[in-house]
């Protein structure tokens, strides 16, 4: 029986090859996506779930509380994580770690062989405690280890790039410095972690380092109120105590021992399970996934895995008349409805089966074309995993199930008496079938108009936000940093060799670009002649060619003069409107201190964009710290608006960086246009992913019109002759076989315009400066939509009134 049912599938597929095609390709193009996306996703939620009793550990975040404004850092004061050790109940560990941000220089000696490596991430300060709550499995050696000073362990990966013994486990006893002042001994190796995790370090310096060296103090670890992002405190809650009540206990403990001031910091318990994806608070420099992201992903797979689906039943129902007689035939010879029924579903397996397949030669694809937005663990060879497989087999089902159901009983419960006697489509069993189809068919139009006009104000958004007056100049800027911190003396050297280059219009060396990810913030205190007015503000560090460099415009006042200490301030007019004036220039000379001594406004700025267009223009002022000052910003030459030999300028550039700085290894500059740009990342891979949905939901949607108008011309062919015959022009048939359809699109238009505004209308809130949803997006949408499906249509429409009615009418 089964072969059968497969003999009749591949006859009846061969026999419909245009239908078939068309629901194969709908269908693959789906279940491709929907594979893709299972796929990240399943790695995106997959992280951090093999830590045993992963549901009681809990990472210590730190909320600052400002006057006007809330800092959310992802570490701890120094001194918390001993206390709370002392004193904390109701935990069952907890571990204190430094998290090195940077690069670190690491110096190996091993055998009589020297080795250096000078961009060494993932290195982190530990207590004996982390291994006890992050698990990892010991080839030497154990967590004890880290209780004595100037001990490391390291993981498998990292010791066999440090050493070339074959049994690594004689790298124990070797020594390690980091940075030319820890010396260190390697005392236990541990395997590498093979789950995504967000704790992928490589590299545990015992915490006990810290008291026996100068770190303690640089890295303010006994201030109780100074937080820094690098000091990290995990705890693992003991049974029954839940992170309502160590959080009690945490703010309780903080209490006793922080300094009462207008400044109110809280701590926070994050459950392991929100690290990889709350961007509030950083995961120690490695890339976070957002779940609303990925929860539009599931729904995207699920919009194309309906279209599929839609057009399936459209051109399966569409085909019904003409394979009536087949199954009356049967049934008089004894087939069962349950057979028939059988078979139908037999029928929707195999192409779900065919269209899995080709799924499968377009994932590789798929992957190419989504590199920078898909994480690079993810590739081709995960679809041999088992849920990877056991999720397509279950895919497959279910398709087949959803697509084939309808058609298949639809098609079963033809009565073989009305069919044999031509008698089975009445006129109302035709019309209910016809607005089926229809319903079906503006269904998946919506889907497509939804997809295009969030397409077209996505990209709008980004646009706006590029090319909007930022409030400095960002183009032929190029920006890069000195190391140290702070830097030394050479940087000044560098500064005047530079100033000497042709293709060099102007060099600043300050703190940062006036935009960038990061920011400095401080509660400085106006000092007002009838009362003090204190708020947050963010600060910035520059020389005096800065502003000329990013052709700043000052309101009033002047710009910095040079100076190693705070003893001036430029602010933007954001904080001179905040402080209550109108003209700027009347809070010149006006005084302000923020901790370190009054001192003057010696100019207002006009407002810029410090952050991305998400956020507001805040309170800021500049100072000038030349001790501090070490990212230069360079204005590059200009002819006819383009940098003068480019290529030759920065080869210069990076000559003259490696002659002063000759322990360097690289040399890293950016674009100051391109870091603008990197603040809209997530928008720009929306768009990227938005308009390959778009082009994947028309291609479909038109895929399905397209066999709906074969299937109603082949239906029409007579008439078409007989209208022919009695005069009809080619262009009035060709009207009358597309007005329906038209129709359906434009009603597809008017559902899908107001869904899609109020979608977009809640996106672009997350913008304080955003784009106007201007009536033309939607008109554009429902223009172009029309012209695809006319495109469409006219492609079988006009084949058809082109016919010779004398082969239709024929048989007549």
Not at 116 to 143: C, H, L, M, T
Not at 258 to 263: C, H, I, Q, V, Y
């Amino acid at each position: 029986m089964f072969k059968n049912y497969l003999t009749i599938a591949i006859r009846n597929f061969w026999r419909h090859k245009v239908f078939s095609v068309i629901n194969i390709s709908g269908l693959s193009i789906g279940i491709a996506a929907a594979l893709v996306i299972f796929m990240i996703v399943s790695y995106e939620f997959s992280f951090d779930k093999f830590e045993k009793d992963g549901d009681r550990i809990y990472r210590v975040t730190s909320d600052m509380h400002f006057p006007d404004q809330l800092i959310q850092i992802s570490g701890v004061s120094g001194p918390l994580g001993p206390a709370v050790k002392r004193e904390l109940p109701g935990i069952d560990a907890a571990s204190s770690f430094f998290f090195y941000p940077d690069r670190v220089h690491v110096t190996v000696q091993a055998t009589g062989n020297r080795a250096v490596f000078k961009q060494q991430r993932d290195i982190i300060i530990a207590d004996e405690n982390y291994f006890s709550i992050i698990p990892y499995q010991w080839i030497s050696g154990s967590a004890s280890v880290l209780k004595e000073p100037f001990k490391v362990v390291l993981t498998e990966s990292r010791a066999k790039a440090y050493f070339s013994f074959s049994d690594i486990s004689k790298a124990v006893g070797q020594p390690i410095t980091y940075n030319d002042s820890i010396q260190a001994t390697v005392a236990g190796i541990v395997r590498d972690i093979d789950q995504p995790t967000e704790f992928g370090f490589k590299e545990f310096i015992s915490y006990p380092t810290i008291e026996k060296t100068g770190l303690k103090n640089n890295l303010g670890l006994d201030d109780w109120n100074g937080i820094s992002s690098n000091t990290q405190l995990l705890l693992k809650a003991a049974r029954g105590k839940d992170s309502a009540y160590l959080g009690k206990q945490l703010k309780e403990l903080y209490s006793r021992y922080a300094k009462k001031d207008f400044l109110t910091i809280t701590n926070k318990l994050q459950s392991l399970s929100d690290l990889h994806f709350n961007a509030d608070y950083a995961g120690f420099g490695k890339r976070q996934a957002n779940k609303n992201t990925l929860y539009g992903l599931i729904l995207l797979s699920v919009f194309l895995l309906l279209l599929g689906v839609i057009n399936f039943v459209n051109l399966t129902t569409a085909q019904g008349a003409q394979r009536a007689k087949e199954i009356g035939i049967r049934k008089t010879m004894g087939s069962s409805r349950s057979q028939l029924t059988i078979q139908f579903l037999g029928e929707t397996l195999f192409l779900t089966v065919a269209a899995a397949v080709i799924a499968l030669l377009l994932i590789p694809l798929l992957l190419k074309i989504f590199s920078n937005f898909i994480p690079p663990e993810i590739n081709a060879g995960m679809m041999k995993h088992p849920p990877i497989i056991l999720f397509a087999i279950g895919l497959i089902l279910c398709i087949s199930i959803f697509a084939g159901a309808y058609p298949a009983f639809f098609l079963s419960s033809y009565k073989p008496s009305l069919v044999l006697k031509n008698q089975m489509f009445s006129h109302t069993g035709k019309t209910r079938k016809a607005w089926l189809r229809k319903t079906l068919t503006v269904s998946q139009f919506v889907i497509a108009q939804f997809l295009i006009i969030s397409a077209m104000i996505v990209v709008k958004q980004i646009n706006y936000s590029i090319n909007k007056e930022l409030g400095y100049k960002k183009d032929a800027i190029i920006t890069f940093a000195v190391p140290g911190f702070p830097p030394d003396q050479r940087r000044f050297v560098l500064q005047q060799k530079l100033n000497a280059n042709p293709g060099i219009e102007m060099v600043s060396l300050a703190g940062s670009t006036p935009a960038n990810e990061g920011y400095n913030m401080a509660t400085m205190k106006f000092l007002g002649d009838k009362k003090e007015i204190e708020t947050t503000v963010e600060i910035k560090q520059a020389d005096t060619n800065y502003f000329k460099v990013f052709g700043m415009k000052l309101l009033a006042g002047r710009y910095l003069q040079q100076s190693d200490t705070s003893k001036e301030y430029l602010i933007n007019n954001a904080y001179a409107k905040f402080l209550g004036f109108k003209n700027p220039a009347d809070i010149i000379g006006k005084y302000v201190d923020r901790g370190n001594g009054r001192a003057p406004i010696v100019g207002v700025l006009a407002d810029f964009h410090s952050q991305s267009t998400h956020s507001a223009i805040k309170p800021l002022a500049f100072s000038s710290q030349e001790k501090f000052h070490s990212n230069f910003n360079i204005a590059l030459k200009k002819i006819n608006g383009y940098p003068a030999g480019l290529k030759e300028t920065i080869a210069k550039i990076e000559k003259t960086y490696k002659e002063i700085y000759p322990e360097e290894e690289s040399f890293h500059y950016e674009f100051f246009d391109e870091r603008i740009a990197k603040f809209y990342i997530t928008e720009q891979n929306l768009s990227k992913l938005l308009k390959w949905a778009t082009g994947l939901a028309t291609f479909i949607s038109c895929l399905g019109l397209f066999g709906l108008v074969i299937y109603t011309t082949s239906t029409r062919t007579k008439e078409i002759g007989v209208r022919k015959v009695l005069g009809a022009t080619v262009t009035h048939i060709v009207s009358l076989l597309s007005k329906d359809f038209i129709g359906l699109v434009l009603l597809a238009f008017i559902i899908a315009a107001p869904l899609a505004w109020w979608a977009m209308y809640k996106w672009l809130q997350d913008f304080a400066f955003r784009t106007n949803m201007s009536w033309w997006v939607f008109t554009l949408s429902g223009g172009l939509m029309i012209i695809i499906a006319l495109i469409t249509l006219s492609i079988q429409t006009i084949r058809s009134a082109t016919a010779n009615p004398v082969d239709s009418l024929r048989t007549e």
